[in-house]
């Protein structure tokens, strides 16, 4: 339709600078303060959205490919799996339980307990790289998220989890349920063929759900900021330390797969989807963990621009 053109295009180009698009959001977000309490509800909606054209969008040929080396895949997905909830573990110890306040104890539990970033194949796939291997990590991931995110957080932060395991196991398992059902829908009627093509129409979607989310993700963080500047850069040094240690570290151990296979897998290892437990939680969210949630936001969104003179020298380098 003509009317449409002009979208789909402007839809497209947002996909072809999505490096940029993901850590603009951001910022846009912070700048426009008045609209976050307003987004706040749509939060677990550009969730489930994002869930879902990720599953939709899924290359199954190149999963087929990764399927026939199940040690890699056996490998990366224990890896993401235990590996943080084992460095988060270790952190707390480090800094002694009691000396870390309840709700940023919940938030840092929740990076150990949550499944990798959802985005972390797109970052791939925009940085050039296979996202093939990190694909099928995200479906199986999440497939045990409802039975295992709830498990492991009450295990890492104890009485700070603010609501049943049991309770947020359903809710969990409910939400992915959906994208999963909406992605197949999507797929059946749109079909495979149509979907590759519109790829850069479909990332510019992934941008507008990224700035929606990252609207809806900086509720408080400028009223906070300005109230408590030493605890809001506090928290944020936390949590950027926390994704880039989770990044390097994961890199160095999974160099084996090869760098570029490392760096896909490593940046899911590193930066977490803890929205999805957020978004799960709901209003027994704690205020203080709604906002280091929020600044957990920067390293994510930042991550493409960060990491891609890394990527170009891999690729060069093959």
């Not at 969008?57 to 895949?73: H, K, N, Q, T, V």
């Not at 799960?280 to 203080?288: L, W």
């Not at 621009?305 to 020298?313: D, E, K, Q, Y």
Request: hydrophobic fraction near 60%; proline fraction near 7%.
């Amino acid at each position: 339709m003509p009317l449409a053109a002009p979208v789909v295009h402007a839809l497209a180009f947002m996909g072809r600078h999505g490096k940029k698009g993901f850590a603009l959001s951001l910022f846009v977000g912070l700048a426009l303060p008045q609209l976050a309490e307003a987004f706040r509800p749509l939060l677990p909606v550009s969730i489930f959205c994002f869930v879902m054209l990720t599953f939709a969008r899924a290359d199954f040929s190149g999963l087929r490919r990764a399927l026939a080396r199940p040690r890699r895949i056996f490998a990366a997905f224990a890896w993401l799996t235990v590996g943080p909830p084992l460095l988060v573990a270790g952190l707390i110890l480090a800094i002694g339980r009691e000396s870390i306040s309840p709700e940023l104890l919940l938030g840092i539990a929740l990076i150990g307990a949550a499944p990798p970033l959802m985005g972390f194949p797109t970052y791939a796939a925009l940085l050039g790289l296979d996202n093939s291997l990190g694909l099928i990590v995200i479906v199986l991931t999440l497939l045990l998220t409802p039975f295992l995110a709830p498990s492991i957080a009450s295990v890492l932060a104890h009485a700070a989890v603010p609501i049943d395991p049991t309770v947020l196991g359903m809710r969990l398992a409910l939400l992915l349920a959906g994208a999963g059902a909406g992605a197949f829908l999507l797929r059946r009627f749109a079909g495979a063929e149509r979907l590759a093509r519109v790829r850069h129409e479909l990332d510019g979607v992934n941008v507008v759900i990224y700035f929606v989310f990252a609207v809806a993700a900086m509720d408080g963080v400028i009223d906070h900021a300005l109230s408590a500047p030493g605890r809001t850069a506090f928290l944020l040094a936390v949590a950027t330390a926390i994704s880039v240690v989770g990044v390097a570290l994961s890199f160095l151990i999974l160099t084996p797969f090869g760098k570029a296979e490392a760096l896909v897998l490593s940046l899911g290892s590193g930066m977490r989807n803890t929205g999805l437990l957020v978004a799960a939680m709901g209003a027994a969210c704690p205020r203080e963990t709604y906002l280091f949630f929020s600044l957990l936001q920067f390293p994510i969104y930042i991550a493409p621009v960060a990491v891609a003179p890394l990527a170009a020298m891999i690729l060069k380098a093959r």
